[in-house]
């Protein structure tokens, strides 16, 4: 009898539906047809693959609302959120999958009577692992990149959202060739043998342990890998900042998705002349905010997904209090079930965990600093390096604060939203390869020679 995997609301802990998960020991089966999937698929051009992705896309946008409220019970954000999640998805398929053909196009180069083609391959199968909290959105930036280099994929969800990340690929799957795109139910027992089966590529998205766990699987066979993983961003408000705009900025960055952002600012890096003010602007913005019910109007931020990430977030918040923090807002005794209140601390510094460890919960965390050089030293330390935002009135100043930076992505005066053609990417451990822009594209390809002494056919 294969396992049953219950997804619960995180509101209210009911449980919002099952499914059956995949037998580990049927992986290998899964994997092989998928690979004989790809020989049609792969035989393909480019933008007949591009074109058939952007169709299948169209499907995504007509289930936007059903999927939307699917991956609203799973995770407890707001509705409009969730469906807007899928919206975005279905929206941005077509320059994705043009972007991509593109990126892919042999290329030809001569060298006296030497001729060389060089041409991006399918690598075969594409095992994409994707996390819970934007588990559409997440999953498609991985899968339509793959699809598009003509591998066939096998998508497994997060256990935390496995009910939207099914439907998410049998939406797609339909208007694709039987068998190009599949899923698999389970939790990392799963994703470990998809990993461990005869595929060519991982693309993951998820935490940095599970990250080195993957890599370690992967040096068996040496598997291609790409992996987007966790981060401590930074936000940076220099003296001469607009402090109402970067307020805004900081109360969205913390709190959005009830701060579970691979980029949300988990360490505010404030220079104490304006620390006060920004503060106090930081504080009436977020006792605004309304948490509740991802069904209800006007909420602005749900739970935490599960019971281990509350007490995470809540073990942060106490080791910071213990430390010395101050708490300006919330804090975990105003918590309820899942629902951990919007947080701010003042007084952070590099002893507490919550300095380093990634948290992924609403807390803004100010740290007090003293000029440029002090911002700087304290951003860039640690191992994450995922992005960072500046705020600064003199833009010249803002900017050279930022290439200081030992992060993959920085917003100045603006957040880290990507942009079309350009990667994804984290520095440091928040990342190893990336997807997104031309040179993304190219990581889900085999890149291959051919050179002939006559011109090439
Ligand atoms: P996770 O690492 O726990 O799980 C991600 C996926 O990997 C899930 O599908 C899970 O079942 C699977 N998995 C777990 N262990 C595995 C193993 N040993 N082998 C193979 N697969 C395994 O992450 P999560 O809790 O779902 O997501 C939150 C994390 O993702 C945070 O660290 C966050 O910063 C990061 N994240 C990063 C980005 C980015 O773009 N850099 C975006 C979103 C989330």
Redesign the pocket.
């Known amino acids: 009898m294969a396992e049953v995997l219950a997804s619960r609301n995180p509101c209210s802990g009911e449980v919002v539906g099952e499914l059956r998960c995949t037998p580990r020991d049927a992986i290998g089966d899964v994997v092989a047809r998928s690979a004989n999937a790809g020989d049609r698929w792969s035989a393909m051009t480019l933008d007949e693959r591009a074109q058939a992705i952007t169709t299948a896309a169209e499907a995504l946008g007509d289930a936007a609302a059903t999927l939307g409220r699917t991956s609203c019970l799973e995770t407890g954000k707001p509705l409009p959120v969730a469906i807007g999640e899928v919206k975005q998805a279905a929206a941005a398929t077509a320059a994705m999958a043009t972007s991509a053909a593109e990126a892919l196009r042999s290329v030809s180069s001569r060298q006296g009577d030497l001729v060389a083609r060089t041409v991006y391959d399918p690598y075969g199968v594409c095992a994409v ?6 588990p559409v959105w ?1 999953a498609h930036c991985m899968v339509v990149p793959a699809l598009c280099a003509g591998n066939t994929v096998v998508l ?5 959202t496995p009910l939207v990340g099914d439907a998410y690929a049998r939406t797609l799957a339909a208007s694709l060739p039987p068998g190009v795109l599949t899923s698999v139910v ?3 027992g ?3 043998a ?2 461990a089966a005869r595929v060519q590529l991982v693309a ?8 080195k ?2 890599l370690r ?1 992967a040096s068996e066979r040496l598997t291609r890998v790409i992996m ?4 401590k961003d930074v936000l940076i408000v220099l003296d001469d900042a607009d402090l109402a705009a970067a307020a805004d900025f900081a109360c969205r960055s913390a709190f959005f998705n009830s701060g ?4 949300s600012s988990e360490r505010m890096l404030v220079d104490a002349r304006v620390e006060a003010k920004f503060v106090e602007l930081l504080r009436e913005r977020a006792q605004r905010l309304r948490m509740g019910h991802g069904l209800t109007e006007g909420v602005d931020l749900g739970p935490l ?1 599960h019971q281990g ?1 509350f007490d995470r977030v809540a073990a942060h918040v106490t080791d910071a209090c213990e430390r010395g923090a101050e708490v300006v807002l919330g804090g975990p005794r105003q918590a309820e079930g899942l629902f951990f209140p919007p947080t701010i601390l003042r007084g952070v510094t590099p002893g507490m965990k919550i300095f380093h460890e ?1 948290t ?1 919960g609403p807390v803004a965390n100010i740290i007090t600093v003293h000029g440029e050089d002090d911002a700087v030293a304290k951003a860039n330390e640690g191992d994450y390096g ?1 992005s960072a935002v500046v705020f600064g009135g003199d833009r010249s100043r803002a900017e050279r604060v930022a290439r200081r930076l030992d992060v993959g992505m920085i917003g100045i005066n603006r957040p880290v939203t990507g942009a079309r053609d350009t990667p ?1 990417v ?1 520095a440091k451990q ?2 190893y390869g990336f997807h997104g822009s031309p040179a993304g594209h190219r990581h889900f390809a085999q890149v291959r020679v051919l050179l002939a002494d006559a011109p090439l056919a």
Request: charged content about 10%.
């Open positions: 692992l994707a996390p819970w909290n934007f997440l497994k969800p997060s256990e935390n389970g939790g990392p799963v994703g470990e998809l990993v993951f998205t998820g935490s940095r342990a599970t990250g766990s993957i699987s987007e993983l966790g981060g579970q952002v691979c980029v997904i990430q990634e992924f995922l994804w984290g928040s990342g």
